[in-house]
Nanobody, 115 residues
Framework: QVQLVESGGGLVQPGGSLRLSCAAS????????MGWYRQAPGKQRELVAA???????NYADSVKGRFTISRDNAKNTVYPQMNSLKPEDTAVYYC?????????WGQGTQVTVSS
């Protein structure tokens, strides 16, 4: 079992920045990738950014150049740094951890970009 605890969401003005964090605990040795997804009202959940245990990253086209995902292996934590935020980035953001047999989800954190 893997447990994920997210933090860092909130309200930010357009053009602003936020840094989320996701701390993993439990069977962390089996995690081979962690990432963040988001779901806006009326839309499907979509990948935002992901990072593998070897450090390879993957980003949605809509966030390339604005978001950066990093990880602190000592703290088992993943951080997406979100810059130049736009109103269309408003969504509930979910942390995800992948092990060979399944994925685990965090509880979600709301990010609202509005003036």
């Amino acid at each position: 079992q893997v447990q994920l605890v997210e933090s860092g969401g909130g309200l930010v003005q357009p053009g602003g920045s936020l840094r989320l964090s996701c701390a993993a605990s439990g069977s962390i040795f089996s995690i081979y990738a962690m990432g963040w997804y988001r779901q806006a009202p009326g839309k499907q959940r979509e990948l935002v950014a992901a990072i593998t245990s070897s450090g390879s990253t993957n980003y949605a086209d809509s966030v390339k150049g604005r978001f950066t995902i990093s990880r602190d292996n000592a703290k088992n934590t993943v951080y997406p740094q979100m810059n130049s935020l736009k109103p269309e980035d408003t969504a509930v953001y979910y942390c995800n951890a992948k092990v060979p047999t399944r994925g685990y989800w965090g509880q979600g954190t709301q990010v609202t970009v509005s003036s």
